[in-house]
């Protein structure tokens, strides 16, 4: 069965950074687009970033552009979220998710059929 697992999470001060790694099994998602996500308390689940298959082609959002960086290592069945210049908002549950279904690359939730588990972000001020 396809499983994605999270790792890399953890405290750190604001103006840090962390590397957040996504580690695929069960399939082979070197296909496929492959996004990360993030979910603050109360918040709706929001789109951060995402990679398509060969690496060549990312995108993100607005809020993170210029700090964050996404990255595959396809041999490793692996996707990277470098996360620099941390600030207290950027505080959430980070998922991996995979745009099998559709392998569109939308920034858009629903659109990604496969979900890690989620690691926690915590950015102090």
């Known amino acids: 069965q396809a499983q994605l697992v999270e790792s890399g999470g953890g405290l750190v001060q604001a103006g840090g950074s962390l590397r957040l790694s996504c580690a695929a099994s069960?399939?082979?998602?070197?296909?496929?687009?492959m996004g990360w996500f993030r979910q603050a308390p109360g918040q709706e689940r929001e789109f951060v970033a995402r990679?398509?298959?060969?690496?060549?082609?990312?995108y993100y959002a607005d809020s993170v552009k210029g700090r964050f960086t996404i990255s595959r290592d396809n041999a490793k069945n692996t996707v990277y979220l470098q996360m620099n210049s941390l600030k207290p908002e950027d505080t959430a549950v980070y998922y991996c998710?995979?745009?099998?279904?559709?392998?569109?690359?939308?920034?858009?939730?629903?659109?990604?059929?496969?979900w890690g588990q989620g690691t926690q972000v915590t950015v102090s001020s």
């Open positions: 069960g399939r082979a998602f070197s296909r496929y687009f």
């Open positions: 998710a995979g745009d099998v279904r559709y392998n569109t690359g939308s920034a858009v939730l629903y659109e990604y059929d496969y």
């Open positions: 990679i398509n298959w060969s690496g060549g082609s990312t």
